[in-house]
C-alpha cells in the first residue's frame, strides 16, 4: 500500500489488514528513487509507514518495492535506509530490460541483495524465445494475451519457483474514472 492509498484509504486498508493480507509499502509519493536523495527517500518512507500505522500494525510492513522499479543494484544508500526502517525485503529490481527500467542481469529467483540483511523477491519474468519477459502484471498482463500471460505463467511453475505478480486498483476497479490529458504513451 502506498501511504498515499493510506491517508486516502484508511478504512480500506485497515479491512485489507484485518482480512490477514500483508501490507507492504511503496512509499507516500510515487517518485522514482533514483532520481531521490537518500533524505528525501527516507522521508518519503517515513511519511508512509506513519500513515500506514493508523491502518494496520507498522511493525508489519517488511515489505518495499519501488515506484516504476526504479531502484537498481547500484543503489546502496538506498538499501541502507530500507533495512535501517527495518523492511526486511524488497521487490524492485526487475530482471528484464525496459527503456525506463530494469536489469536484464539480476536474478529471476528470490536472492539476498549484496552486503544487505534483506531479500530481493524479483517480479515475475521468464527466459523466452532468447529475451527475457515479464508476466509480473499490471502493464503486461493488459497488453499480453492471455494466452502467453498462461504459457510463461506455467514455464515459471515449471521451474518450481515463486511468481511475484502485482495489481494496481484501476486494475481491479471497473469505476476507474478516466484522466483527461494524459500522454498517448500512458494511456496506452
Not at 154 to 159: G, H, V
Amino acid at each position: 500500500s502506498s501511504g498515499h492509498v493510506a491517508e486516502r484509504y484508511p478504512s480500506l486498508v485497515r479491512q485489507v489488514a484485518e482480512q490477514g493480507h500483508e501490507i507492504a509499502c511503496h512509499g507516500y509519493s510515487h517518485g522514482l528513487v533514483h532520481e531521490l536523495s537518500s533524505e528525501r527517500f527516507r522521508d518519503d518512507l517515513r511519511r508512509a509507514l506513519d500513515l500506514i500505522s493508523v491502518c494496520a500494525d507498522v511493525n508489519k510492513v517488511i515489505g518495499f518495492r519501488a515506484p516504476w522499479w526504479s531502484l537498481t543494484r547500484e543503489h546502496q544508500w538506498a538499501w541502507e535506509v530500507l533495512e535501517g526502517l527495518n523492511f526486511r525485503y524488497d521487490s524492485s529490481i526487475n530482471p528484464i530490460r525496459m527503456r525506463i527500467y530494469g536489469d536484464p542481469g539480476a536474478p529471476l529467483t528470490p536472492c539476498r541483495i549484496a552486503g544487505t540483511k534483506l531479500w530481493e523477491f524479483p517480479p515475475a519474468a521468464v527466459e523466452f524465445m532468447g529475451l527475457r519477459l515479464s508476466v509480473a502484471g499490471g502493464f503486461y498482463w493488459r497488453h499480453y494475451p492471455a494466452a502467453l500471460i498462461k504459457l510463461l505463467l506455467n514455464r515459471i511453475n515449471r521451474d518450481v519457483r515463486p511468481a511475484v505478480c502485482y495489481f494496481h486498483p484501476w486494475e481491479l476497479d471497473v469505476d476507474q474514472p478516466l484522466l483527461k490529458g494524459v500522454p498517448f504513451e500512458q494511456r496506452l
